[in-house]
C-alpha cells in the first residue's frame, strides 16, 4: 500500500509465506507502477521480509529497507 496515497499496489495468495513469493510480488508490483516505484520498503521483523531473495531483489531495484521495532505492534490506540 502507498503510503501517500492508500492505494493497494500489489497483492497475491500463496499457499505459504516465504521470501521467494514476497519478491515475486514486489517485482510485479514495481513493474506495475513504474517510476512510481517505492524508494523505501517498511515491514515488520518478519524472516519472509528478511529474507535473502527479498533483500537481493530491493538492492537491484534501489529500496531500501525500514523495518519496525522489535516486539512493537503497527497498531497504536
Known amino acids: ?4 496515497s492508500r492505494k493497494i499496489v500489489g ?6 509465506e516465504s521470501s521467494e513469493n514476497l519478491a515475486t510480488v514486489l ?3 514495481t ?3 513504474g517510476s512510481l516505484a517505492p524508494s523505501v520498503l517498511h515491514s515488520d521483523n518478519g ?3 528478511k529474507g535473502t531473495t527479498l533483500v537481493a ?10 523495518y519496525s521495532r522489535p516486539r512493537t505492534s ?4
Request: charged residues 20%.
Open 31 to 33: 513493474l506495475n507502477e
Open 27 to 29: 517485482k510485479r508490483a
Open 1 to 4: 500500500m502507498d503510503l501517500y
Open 57 to 66: 531483489l530491493c538492492y537491484l531495484l534501489g529500496i531500501a529497507a525500514s
Open 74 to 77: 503497527q497498531l497504536t490506540g
Open 47 to 49: 524472516s519472509p521480509m
Open 11 to 16: 497483492y497475491e495468495i500463496y499457499e505459504n
